[in-house]
């Protein structure tokens, strides 16, 4: 290949790029992979068969429908909300970039900041910085809470555009304390407030009520944790007004056809074999925090997710590299430093799946 001159584009790009590194999933052969929260392959044949029929009937040719129409509407009546209140996007991290896009100009001549919590998404802080609002992180509590005091202080201090709560959260699989989230979102009045519920068919309580209630509470969700991380389709629920604005943001068909087809078999002629596949994940979950529990050497948080979130007395990076090298792919956050460098998360898997893990794991401690 012939030798390219080289681009010089320091001075052509956003200052904030250079902080930034691209999201890459770990890569590699592993016999177990429990390390991206997605849901273990558990739809049936006659499932599969479906979804095949319906992606044979595209019309390939055309561009899909610009509005997901027959999509937004199956949500809305899912969530007992409006038209006017769903927006569709490539996965929820389009959305929650759209929510960024929107608020990112300053407001009485201060940077619009992001205020969020930490450890959690790691796609808020990306997306904030990638359109250089400020990112503020306020600590979770030493349960993996909301620590409501400190983050009322950096409302107080900050005055946030965007507040971003991922309940229940990733990486931690805690749910927010709804009265301490509540307390967040009206000392946020004035600021847009996320509630990102990524993972919430596999919890006891979401934080519609709050939505309802409160104007400056958008919620989101996906599909991509319930056994359809393939077609990246999320949702945006918000009112309209914001909505609106938001749909100026959204490229035309960001959704496919083929997305919102199997999106809306998803959502209703396979609503059922979608809540086996949940319970089924929901039992393996319980199992594996009882099994996790009898070990020695690690302790274990109560999740509300579809992975566990869990303290190794020795560093995580070991853990992760003895589980590793027995072919189980977990996620480490030792390098993250601090009161992370002893957790680790993992995804719940098949029945199969687990009990690798759980094999590796005891080896590993
Ligand atoms: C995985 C995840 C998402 C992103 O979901 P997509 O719909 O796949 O973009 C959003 N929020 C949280 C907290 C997640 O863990």
């Not at 509470?217 to 056994?227: F, H, M």
């Not at 009112?239 to 035309?252: H, M, N, Q, S």
């Not at 979608?274 to 925090?289: G, H, M, S, Y």
């Amino acid at each position: 290949m012939a030798c390219l001159p080289e681009l010089s584009l320091p001075r052509l790009l956003r200052p904030e790029l250079a902080e930034l590194s691209a999201y890459v999933p770990h890569a590699g052969e592993y016999r177990v992979r429990l390390d991206a929260n997605e849901a273990p392959p558990l739809l049936g044949v006659e499932a599969r068969a479906r979804l095949g029929a319906a992606a044979a009937r595209i019309a390939w040719e055309r561009y899909p429908d610009a509005t997901a129409h027959a999509l937004r509407t199956a949500i809305a009546a899912k969530l007992g909300v409006t038209l006017p209140e769903v927006l569709t996007g490539v996965g929820s991290d389009e959305l929650i970039a759209l929510l960024m896009t929107a608020i990112s100009g300053p407001r009485a001549s201060r940077r619009a900041t992001l205020l969020t919590t930490t450890p959690t998404f790691v796609m808020y802080r990306m997306s904030a910085k990638a359109r250089g609002l400020g990112v503020v992180e306020v600590p979770l509590d030493a349960s993996w809470g909301l620590s409501l005091p400190a983050l009322q202080k950096a409302v107080e201090l900050g005055e946030p555009s965007l507040v971003f709560i991922a309940s229940p959260n990733n990486p931690t699989g805690t749910l927010a304390d709804p009265d301490a989230l509540e307390a967040l979102v009206v000392a946020a009045k004035d600021a847009r407030v996320g509630i990102d519920e990524a993972y919430v068919d596999y919890a006891e309580r979401d934080h519609l009520h709050l939505y309802r209630k409160h104007p400056n509470v958008a919620i989101l969700r996906t599909l991509s944790k319930i056994g359809f991380a393939a077609l990246r389709v999320g949702w945006l629920v918000a009112r309209p007004e914001l909505v609106r604005e938001l749909d100026k943001l959204r490229l035309p068909y960001n959704v496919g056809s083929v997305s919102q087809a199997l999106a809306c078999l998803a959502l209703g002629e396979l609503e059922a074999d979608l809540k086996q596949l949940i319970a089924e994940v929901v039992v393996e979950r319980e199992r594996l925090t009882r099994a996790v529990g009898e070990l020695s050497g690690i302790v274990v948080t109560p999740s509300q997710a579809n992975f566990l979130w869990l303290k190794s007395e020795r560093p995580a990076a070991e853990v992760w590299q003895g589980l590793a090298e027995r072919g189980v792919l977990v996620r480490s956050f030792h390098a993250r430093g601090g009161r992370l460098s002893h957790q680790l998360r993992v995804t719940v898997g098949t029945r199969a799946e687990n009990d690798a893990f759980l094999a590796a794991l005891g080896e590993s401690l």
